[in-house]
Nanobody, 117 residues
């Protein structure tokens, strides 16, 4: 059973940076595309960024140029570097693992990111 454990959230001021981490265990990491999603209060969960098994990336328009997703296949970890944070980035951020061939999707428990002065 895949387990995803996020860390790195917190309270920061506008313009600050944070790096989220998601530790993957329980299966073969390199077989999964990994993603970060977020959900703000009263809103639907939305895609932030994904990285495929091959390292290709895709971002939501709202975070392009500010956020960077990366993966360390040796450490079974995916990261989300968030720069120039804005109040509208405030949300619970969730890690996602997607095995497209076997149609398996897993979610982490989420980590809170709050951007406020």
């Amino acid at each position: 059973q895949v387990q995803l454990v996020e860390s790195g959230g917190g309270l920061v001021q506008p313009g600050a940076s944070l790096r989220l981490s998601c530790a993957f265990s329980g299966s073969i990491f390199v077989e999964y595309a990994m993603g970060w999603y977020r959900q703000a209060p009263g809103k639907q969960r939305e895609l932030v960024a994904i990285i495929t098994r091959f390292g290709n990336t895709r971002y939501a328009d709202s975070v392009k140029g500010r956020f960077t997703i990366s993966r360390d296949n040796a450490q079974n970890t995916v990261y989300l570097q968030m720069n120039s944070l804005k109040p509208e980035d405030t949300a619970v951020y969730y890690c996602n693992a997607d095995h497209a061939v076997r149609h398996l999707v897993y979610w982490g428990q989420g980590t809170q990111v709050t951007v406020s002065s």
